[in-house]
């Protein structure tokens, strides 16, 4: 076009005379700190996503104390709420003193870590605060699944070594197997990865949801039935919780830490797949809580109409327990499957129940 101005390397040569180079020097100088700046927000931009995750973590041990709370009868209120609250007290410092070592410790083998202890030589080129705080989020939630398994008959001292022992050293050394870039089964091995992929279990359905379950089992399995479980001729009597209230509490509480439990499980969000490209690590965090969301509602659903087949009458307590079994089922695939394999993911683990 006639007029246009250009502005080529000649044209620049010419204007900007013996100066050249060192304008070139200024401009490089420039983009360089501007690019360090932008590194630093990207920086604290994940570091602030991962500590909201792990608030919302820590947030469902009230769900968990809530559901466990209305669940058992009145009596036994004050006894099930104090086990919560020891899973974060204890919990809090054994993960810190043996735990986060066990699970993350650098360097470590294939079976458990070996140093970082107490957070020694902390933070690592890997790690951060914010990611410790996280894991020892995830290593309560386990202990307080076990609750509600062994409610009405659990011995004060009995339950604190248990939740003290589960966090500092059975929880951490799954987590290691599978989570950590040493892991036997970890899918972040470099080499040797376990069926040539290793087991992904992206948020924890196996690494929490299941030790917190087994540890629950054996614990039922040798205490035995709460007192009035079974009638004098051995058929079980129906033990009701006393406050429905509390459970739809807590499973709401449960629910919306779910969304720091699941999608928080990427542990950074500002990290794009392609050059150029709209999506990136925020997308999958997105369908991540969709498919959290519609795992959850068709586990409850199913449940819903699935009790009134068999028991003629809606039960809410029911509800619930579908909903988080439905949470819980979808948190291994979550961060990959498509939505409507949510809603497959969420039927099947209502039949459970």
């Not at 458990?112 to 309560?140: K, V």
């Not at 062994?150 to 989570?179: D, M, N, Q």
Request: charged fraction near 10%; hydrophobic fraction near 45%.
């Amino acid at each position: 076009m006639s007029g246009a101005i250009t502005c080529s390397a000649t044209d620049l040569s010419a204007l900007l005379g013996p100066n050249a180079t060192a304008a070139a020097s200024y401009i490089c100088d420039q983009l360089g700190t501007a690019n360090n700046k932008f590194t630093d927000v990207t920086y604290a931009i994940d570091n602030t996503y991962l500590l909201f995750s792990a608030y919302l973590v820590f947030a469902m041990q009230l769900g968990f104390a809530m559901l466990c709370a209305g669940s058992v009868r009145a009596k036994n209120t004050m006894n099930i709420m104090l086990t919560n609250v020891l899973d974060a007290a204890a919990g809090g410092l054994f993960y810190y003193l043996f735990g986060y070592a066990f699970a993350f410790g650098e360097s470590s083998d294939g079976f458990i870590g070996r140093h970082n202890f107490g957070l020694r030589d902390f933070p690592t080129l890997t790690a951060d605060y914010s990611f410790f705080l996280y894991q020892w989020a995830f290593a309560i939630a386990a202990a307080g699944i076990t609750s509600g398994s062994i409610a009405e008959r659990t011995k004060f001292v009995a339950y604190l070594i248990y939740s003290s022992f589960l966090t500092g050293f059975v929880y951490p050394v799954v987590s290691h197997w599978f989570w950590s870039p040493d892991g036997w089964a970890s899918p972040f091995r470099t080499t040797d990865r376990l069926f040539g992929t290793g087991a992904i279990d992206f948020a924890g359905s196996g690494v929490v949801h299941m030790v917190g379950g087994i540890a629950g089992l054996w614990g039922a399995l040798i205490e035995g039935p709460r007192i009035g479980r079974f009638g004098e001729g051995g058929g079980a009597i129906a033990l009701r919780g006393h406050s429905a209230s509390l459970v739809v509490l807590g499973t709401f509480l449960l629910w919306f830490g779910w969304y720091g439990f699941n999608p928080g499980s990427f542990t950074k969000i500002l990290i794009p797949y392609s050059s150029g490209s709209n999506y990136g690590q925020w997308s999958g965090i997105g369908r991540t809580a969709v498919t959290t969301t519609l795992s959850g509602c068709t586990a409850a659903l199913t449940t819903l109409f699935g009790k009134r087949l068999l028991s003629g009458h809606w039960n809410v307590t029911d509800v619930c327990n579908g909903l988080l079994g439905g949470f819980a089922a979808i948190t291994a695939g979550c961060s990959v499957v498509e939505p409507w394999a949510a809603i497959v993911c969420g039927f099947v683990a209502s039949l459970v129940l």
